[in-house]
């Protein structure tokens, strides 16, 4: 028979074993029963992918007297400063028409792209709008102008065209709305057909003041503004390089940057894209690929490069930040809903996790089982289908 010191000390062992065996969190039950009429509370922490730059923790470190460059050196180790310039295409996605619907102002012109120029105040200064549509019979581009209720033509132009201002705002229409933009609006082809999309081409500097206030609230600490306008400004450089796209390089989403133009500028936001200009990351001799999120929870997940590690995060956990943890509730029902091919729901059970942070860290992979079959699903779905934060949560049913 084992000693009382013995047998405490094998248990001590075993504990030991479990725990570095086991990932962390493994505590919290991977698998969850689900009885009918129950509520699911889906407890999680941070908002967003978790890559690179926590825009609360920026926030957060900016507070704390931590300069720009070094919260970018904290999120993106490894990496090193560069410079970049020059112009970005942007898609603007909420126009979806052919046409290119702009409202006439001083100084606005109309030209072939790399053509000359016609000056359109002067040749109809009654004009209230000018559109750019796509014409049949080889790629040309008919110039057409609005007076009262009715549209005329003044010339057709060959290829594509585009409006410029001289820098000034050129507002565009897009249905019952209307945004203003910096640089060029073009009717750009996407392929050989009567298709358009409207692209704004416009300095990169200029673009990123549309950006960064989109992003983060202009009020917030003017290092952590600066440190948002340098991690934008490197993505945009980094998605123009490695664009495939022929007739534009970045879309105006959160599936790239979101972008709103002039309209959305603020003067805070500027003066941090002006103090940081032409400022990136580099690594390889070329800009990374700089993600962020508004908060990683307290722990960044592991991206495509080394400079994106998954490492704790000092920075993200403080009173104003909303998102370092979150509670979603929902129901069994709302789930039999989503993925109707589950029945009657019976478990959950979240697995794949990343191994980082409480509970083990992100879901990879969420499996549903009930009376229709077992239904399996990306930690991503789960979270986007059903409202939730980031793929860093558990379970608690009830």
């Given at each position: 028979m084992l000693s009382r010191t013995s047998l405490l000390a094998a248990l001590t062992l075993l504990t030991t074993l479990l725990t570095t065996l086991l990932p962390a969190g493994s505590a919290s039950a991977a698998v969850q029963d689900v009885p009918d009429g129950a509520t699911v509370r889906i407890v999680g922490h941070g908002y967003g992918h978790g890559h690179g730059l926590s825009q609360y923790g920026a926030q957060h470190a900016a507070t704390k007297g931590v300069g720009y460059r070094k919260i970018l050196r904290y999120y993106y180790p490894g990496t090193r400063p560069g410079k970049a310039g020059g112009p970005v295409r942007v898609l603007i996605s909420a126009d979806t028409s052919r046409d290119v619907v702009v409202a006439a102002g001083r100084g606005l012109v109309v030209r072939s792209v790399g053509g000359r120029p016609t000056r359109l105040d002067a040749v109809r200064p009654r004009a209230t709008r000018w559109r750019i549509v796509p014409v049949a019979g080889g790629r040309r581009s008919?110039?057409?102008?609005?007076?009262?209720?009715?549209?005329?033509?003044?010339?057709?132009?060959?290829?594509?065209?585009?409006?410029?201002?001289?820098?000034?705002?050129?507002?565009?229409?897009?249905?019952?709305?209307?945004?203003?933009?910096?640089?060029?609006?073009?009717?750009?082809?996407?392929?050989?057909?009567?298709?358009?999309?409207?692209?704004?081409?416009?300095?990169?500097?200029?673009?990123?003041?549309?950006?960064?206030?989109?992003?983060?609230?202009?009020?917030?600490?003017?290092?952590?503004?600066?440190?948002?306008?340098?991690?934008?400004?490197?993505?945009?450089?980094?998605?123009?390089?490695?664009?495939?796209?022929?007739?534009?390089?970045?879309?105006?989403?959160?599936?790239?940057?979101?972008?709103?133009?002039?309209?959305?500028?603020?003067?805070?936001?500027?003066?941090a894209i002006d103090a940081t200009r032409g400022q990136v990351l580099t690594h390889g001799g070329g800009p990374i690929f700089s993600q962020f999120s508004a908060s990683s929870g307290g722990w960044t997940a592991r991206g495509a490069f080394s400079y994106l590690p998954a490492k704790p995060d000092r920075y993200d956990d403080f009173p104003g930040n909303d998102y370092h943890d979150w509670t979603v509730s929902t129901t069994d029902a709302k789930i039999q809903q989503t993925w109707p091919a589950v029945g009657d729901l019976a478990s959950i059970e979240t697995t794949q996790r990343d191994g980082n942070g409480e509970w083990g860290g992100r879901v990879g992979t969420v499996v549903l089982r009930g009376s229709g079959g077992t239904v399996t699903v990306s930690g991503d779905d789960f979270r986007f289908l059903l409202g939730l934060y980031s793929t860093w949560f558990t379970l608690r049913v009830s």
């Open positions: 008919a110039v057409d102008f609005k007076v009262r209720s009715s549209w005329r033509r003044l010339k057709t132009l060959k290829g594509e065209a585009e409006f410029v201002a001289g820098g000034r705002p050129i507002r565009l229409f897009v249905g019952g709305s209307s945004r203003s933009y910096r640089g060029a609006l073009r009717s750009a082809a996407p392929g050989q057909g009567l298709d358009r999309d409207t692209v704004n081409v416009v300095s990169l500097d200029a673009y990123l003041k549309g950006v960064v206030p989109r992003e983060v609230p202009s009020y917030w600490h003017p290092q952590a503004l600066r440190a948002q306008a340098v991690a934008a400004r490197t993505y945009a450089a980094y998605e123009r390089k490695h664009s495939t796209r022929r007739h534009y390089q970045l879309c105006d989403t959160d599936r790239c940057q979101v972008y709103g133009g002039a309209t959305d500028e603020q003067r805070a936001t500027s003066k």
